[in-house]
């Protein structure tokens, strides 16, 4: 079992920058296969980063350029530092862990 818990959302206005912190516990052995997705009100939650089963990072074409995923693997914790927000990111931002383990989301506004 595996229990993920985000924070670090809010509000912040377009241009802004935030940085979303998830902390795993459980069954873990690696921040491999931790990832983010999105999901925006009326639509269906998306990837918007993760860590590959190699260790890479990909990113949606949407937040490349804008968005990088980092991690710790001492603390089995995994970042998102998200860069020139647009109105568009606005989203309930959910850590993930091989999209088997959830955590229970962290609101992201990106409004002025």
């Known amino acids: 079992q595996v229990q993920l818990v985000e924070s670090g959302g809010g509000l912040v206005q377009p241009g802004g920058s935030l940085r979303l912190s998830c902390a795993a516990s459980?069954?873990?052995?690696?921040?491999?296969?931790m990832s983010w997705y999105r999901q925006a009100p009326g639509k269906e939650r998306e990837l918007a980063a993760a860590?590959?089963?190699?260790?890479?990072?990909k990113y949606a074409e949407s937040v490349k350029g804008r968005f990088t995923i980092s991690g710790d693997n001492a603390k089995n914790t995994v970042y998102l530092q998200m860069n020139s927000l647009k109105p568009e990111d606005t989203a309930v931002y959910y850590c993930?862990?091989?999209?088997?383990?959830w955590g229970q989301g962290t609101q992201v506004t990106v409004s002025s």
């Open positions: 993930s862990y091989w999209a088997r383990y």
């Open positions: 860590f590959t089963s190699g260790g890479n990072k």
């Open positions: 459980g069954s873990i052995f690696s921040i491999n296969g």
